[in-house]
Nanobody, 119 residues
Framework: DVQLQASGGGLVQAGGSLRLSCAASGFNFDDYVIGWFRQAPGKEREAVSCISSSDGSTYYADSVKGRFTISSDNAKNTVYLQMNSLKPEDTAVYYC????????????WGQGTLVTVSS
């Protein structure tokens, strides 16, 4: 079975840091792009960052550039999102997802982990 297990969320003060983890299983991790998305209350889901497991290329939304860093440990089939200098507007449920290399659609989604940044 395909599984994406997101973890690492929590409550942190503005300016603090958190590291999210996305552990994947059930598919060929090395062929997929793994992305982090977030959805704040009352807002649409937005893409935060993604990384290609095959070549390590990355993408960051403008809102998190310079503060968030995505990385991949292919030996552990795990992608990390290091979030520094957190702001209250980063508060959201964060989801990781895997992009099917054929369809270029995010086919697999994790359950989400809540990040709350207090001011």
């Amino acid at each position: 079975d395909v599984q994406l297990q997101a973890s690492g969320g929590g409550l942190v003060q503005a300016g603090g840091s958190l590291r999210l983890s996305c552990a994947a299983s059930g598919f060929n991790f090395d062929d997929y792009v793994i992305g982090w998305f977030r959805q704040a209350p009352g807002k649409e889901r937005e893409a935060v960052s993604c990384i290609s497991s095959s070549d390590g290329s990355t993408y960051y939304a403008d809102s998190v550039k310079g503060r968030f860093t995505i990385s991949s440990d292919n030996a552990k089939n795990t992608v990390y999102l290091q979030m520094n200098s957190l702001k209250p507007e980063d508060t959201a449920v964060y989801y990781c997802a895997a992009e099917n290399p054929s369809s270029r659609q995010y086919a697999y989604w994790g359950q989400g982990t809540l990040v709350t940044v207090s001011s």
